[in-house]
C-alpha cells in the first residue's frame, strides 16, 4: 500500500476506489440496457422470459459485487485534513446562501488585500529609510542645529552614471541614435532618433523619466534660441498619439528600485515604433484604420496594435 500523505488520503486506495466509480457506473449501465432492450427473440416465450431472467439477475449481482467493493475502498481511503488555511473561518464557505452572506469570498478578498498592503509597506519603508528621514531627540530642543541636506546615494546617482547607462543602452540598439544634453545642471533630456520614422525628446530626473514627446522625423524640435523644445506637441495626429502612448509607458514601467531596468525597459519599448508605418494591426491585419497605422505597442511582446483594436 502506498504512504500515507500528510494530508490523510491514500493515494493508492483512491486511485483503486475511482477505478470501483468506473466499473459501477459500467455495471449499472448494462442493468439499464437489459431492461431498455427487453426480451431477446427466442423459440418460445418461457425460453425469452428465462434468458431475461437470468441476465437481469447476473448484471444486478454484478452491481452489487462492485458497489461492495467501492464501500471497501472508501474506508481505507482516508479522510483529509480537517485544517484550513483560515481556521475556524474556511467554515463559512459551507454556508449555502452565498448570496445573502458572502462573508467567506469578502474575508479571502480582505486576506489578498492585507498581503498586497504589506507588501507595499515594506517597499515604501524601504524607500524611506534610504532617504534617511529619522529626526533624533536631540534635534527637538532650541540650541540644536540643522543638518546639512544629504541627497541619499541610492535615489540619486551621479551624472556619470547615467551617461554610462544611457551609453549602454545606445550600443544595445545601434539603429536608434540617442543624444544626451544637460541645459539645466544636472538633468539631462535625450534626443532619440528613431531611424527615418520619428524623433522622441524624453526629459529626465537623474534616472528617471519625467516625461516625452515624440515628434515626426521632419518636424523641428529646436526654439529660436537654439535649445531643445520640450513642451510643444507634433503637428500631426499619429505621433500626437504616440506621444500619449509613451506617457502610459512611463507609468507601465515602474521598479523604483532599479530605474536603469526601467530605462532600457522604455527605450526597448519605444524602438518598436522602428515600423510604425510598415506593421499591420496584430488584431484586425489592416494597415491604416481612420487614416492612423497601428499606433499601440504592446508592453510585453510589442506587438502593434491599433487604438480601437487593442481593447
Known amino acids: 500500500m502506498a504512504d500515507v500523505m500528510n494530508v490523510g488520503v491514500n493515494l493508492e486506495a483512491f486511485s483503486q476506489a475511482i477505478n470501483a466509480i468506473q466499473a459501477l457506473r459500467s455495471s449499472v449501465t448494462r442493468v439499464f440496457d437489459s431492461l431498455k432492450d427487453g426480451m431477446k427473440n427466442k423459440e418460445t416465450l418461457e425460453s425469452r422470459e428465462k434468458a431475461f431472467i437470468t441476465e437481469f439477475q447476473d448484471n444486478l449481482q454484478s452491481v452489487n459485487r462492485d ?3 467501492l464501500e471497501r475502498l472508501s474506508g481505507l481511503v482516508g479522510r483529509p485534513s480537517e485544517s484550513h488555511p483560515l481556521h475556524n473561518s474556511g467554515l463559512l464557505s459551507l454556508d449555502p446562501v452565498q448570496d445573502k452572506t458572502p462573508l467567506y469570498s469578502q474575508l479571502l478578498q480582505a486576506y489578498k488585500w492585507s498581503n498586497k498592503l504589506q507588501y507595499h509597506a515594506g517597499l515604501a519603508s524601504n524607500l524611506l529609510n534610504q532617504q534617511s528621514l529619522k529626526r533624533s531627540a ?7 542645529k540643522r543638518r546639512p541636506k544629504v541627497q541619499p546615494s541610492t535615489l540619486v546617482p551621479p551624472p556619470q552614471y547615467v551617461d554610462d547607462v544611457i551609453n549602454r543602452i545606445g550600443r544595445m540598439f545601434p539603429d536608434m541614435s540617442i543624444e544626451l544634453f544637460r541645459p539645466n545642471g544636472t ?3 535625450l534626443l532619440v532618433s528613431l531611424g527615418k520614422v520619428l524623433k522622441a525628446i524624453v526629459v529626465m530626473r537623474s534616472l528617471f ?5 515624440v515628434r515626426g522625423f521632419s518636424e523641428n524640435i529646436y526654439l529660436e534660441d537654439g535649445k531643445l ?3 510643444s506637441k507634433s503637428q500631426y495626429q499619429v505621433f500626437q498619439k504616440v506621444t500619449d502612448h509613451a506617457t502610459t509607458a512611463l507609468l507601465h514601467y515602474q ?6 531596468v526601467v530605462v532600457r525597459s522604455f527605450m526597448t519599448w519605444l524602438r518598436s515604433y522602428i515600423k510604425l508605418f510598415q506593421s499591420p494591426c496584430q488584431r484586425c491585419g489592416r494597415f491604416l484604420q481612420d487614416g492612423l497605422p497601428p499606433t499601440w505597442r504592446d ?4 506587438e502593434a496594435f491599433h487604438d480601437t483594436c487593442r481593447m
Open 67 to 69: 458497489l461492495n467493493e
Open 138 to 144: 536631540n534635534q527637538m530642543g532650541a540650541s540644536a
Open 209 to 213: 523619466i519625467d516625461r516625452t514627446i
Open 255 to 260: 521598479l523604483p528600485q532599479m530605474p536603469d
Open 229 to 231: 523644445d520640450i513642451w
Open 187 to 189: 538633468s539631462a533630456v
Open 299 to 302: 508592453f510585453r511582446t510589442l
